[in-house]
């Protein structure tokens, strides 16, 4: 018998992920899946690829559908999460993927979302100093925003190392349409998608005040674009170095000091750019930088997939330190390509 996993939200882009995810978990028995306007449906009639989960139907979303697991995850959409949170009861363990308990800063939450601001949780990025031990111990967990985990993971050790200068940072970052969410929007019809690269939320995405709680960086101007493609992240991260002296193998060294040991993150060898493709299903981020010394810039890309390492499967690499399984039981580092 495994832990008991509910997954609230199961019927979007991310719960599917995840509940395609635990189906393979060696230590996990999903117990709940719930839904909104699709409770009631079958799990393959909303997601055909999970032909495992025939006998399965999706719950409503409630605190009391919810409320015999070990472990609750929320994939539901930004303000949802909390007010159900808060019935659950405290030996129920909780991550959240939603943005509603990420920012410590009430004002920074008040300049970007909409509602009360929820208060922070352990943020649940297992990579960065600390987090590891502090998701362990903690029976709430805020998982991270896509975008916000390809651009902390690049440039997070950077700044920690005192290589990169934290008040011009420039972030410009691709995403596939599925993280936008399963609900019909315009702008993601296939033929306004089809064909072309746009640019959205210019200077006001919400993930700018997430990415510099985490990193500690200071000035962050952030270019989300919309990419053809169903899912993947391809973050390009620019930075000032804090002297001349700063090479290509400085910046490469700290990158690779801090991610020599994590299963997930992969310094790519010299020469070698991330590509969103190779990353495809997998928990991996791959990151790659260089010494742009003619613009004095440090640049560093890295890639993700936003249902992935961006959504899903570091929120069950955060349900596993909380569980005490192993952090990598039921993900992988390989991708699915071609
Ligand atoms: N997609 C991504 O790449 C990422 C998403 N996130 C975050 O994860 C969360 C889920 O995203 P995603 O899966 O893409 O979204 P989807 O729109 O695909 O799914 C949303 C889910 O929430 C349910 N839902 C909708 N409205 C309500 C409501 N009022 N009350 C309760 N449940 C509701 C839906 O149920 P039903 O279908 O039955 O209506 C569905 O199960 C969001 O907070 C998102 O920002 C974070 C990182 C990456
Ligand atoms: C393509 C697209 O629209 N992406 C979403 C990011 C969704 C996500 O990661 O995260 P949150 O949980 O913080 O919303 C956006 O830019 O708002």
């Known amino acids: 018998m495994g832990h008991r996993v509910a997954i609230a939200g199961a019927s979007g882009y991310a719960g599917g992920e995840v509940l395609r995810l635990l189906a393979e978990h060696p230590d996990i028995d999903i117990v709940a899946a719930t839904a909104h306007s699709q409770a009631g449906a079958s799990v393959p009639s909303v997601h055909p690829h999970l032909r495992s989960f025939s006998a399965m139907t999706f719950a409503p979303t409630t605190p009391e559908v919810l409320a015999d697991a070990d472990l609750v995850i929320l994939t539901l959409p930004h303000g949802q999460s909390a007010a159900l949170a808060a019935r659950l009861p405290e030996n129920v363990k909780v991550v959240d993927l939603g943005a509603d308990h990420r920012l410590a800063d009430a004002e920074a939450w008040a300049s970007y979302y909409d509602g009360p601001h929820a208060g922070a949780w352990t943020y649940g990025l297992p990579e960065l100093p600390g987090q590891r031990g502090a998701i362990a111990g903690s029976t ?120 020599d040991a994590e299963a997930f993150v992969h310094v790519l060898p010299e020469g070698e750019w991330p590509k969103t493709a190779a990353t495809l299903g997998s928990n991996a981020c791959h990151i790659q930088a260089v010494m742009d010394s003619d613009a004095d810039r440090i640049i560093v890309t890295s890639a993700i997939d936003n249902l992935g390492k961006g959504a899903a499967a570091q929120v069950v690499q955060c349900a596993n330190l909380m569980l005490g399984l192993p952090e990598t039981a039921g993900l992988s580092t390989n991708g699915v390509a071609p």
Request: charged share 10%; proline share 8%; aromatic share 4%.
């Open 140 to 259: 709430r967990v805020a998982a991270t925003g896509c975008y916000a985990a390809a651009t902390i993971l690049a440039l997070a050790p950077l700044i920690a190392a005192g290589i990169a200068r934290p008040d011009d940072v420039v972030v410009v970052a691709a995403s596939g349409t599925s993280g936008a969410g399963k609900a019909a929007k315009p702008h993601l019809m296939a033929t306004e998608v089809a064909g072309s690269l746009s640019p959205y939320k210019v200077g006001a995405h919400q993930h700018v005040p997430e990415i510099k709680q985490a990193t500690g960086a200071t000035s962050l101007s952030f270019t989300p674009v919309l990419a053809p493609m169903p899912r993947g992240i391809l973050a390009t991260v620019t930075a000032r170095p804090t002297s001349a002296s700063v090479s290509t193998e400085a910046v490469r060294d700290a990158l690779a000091a801090a991610y």
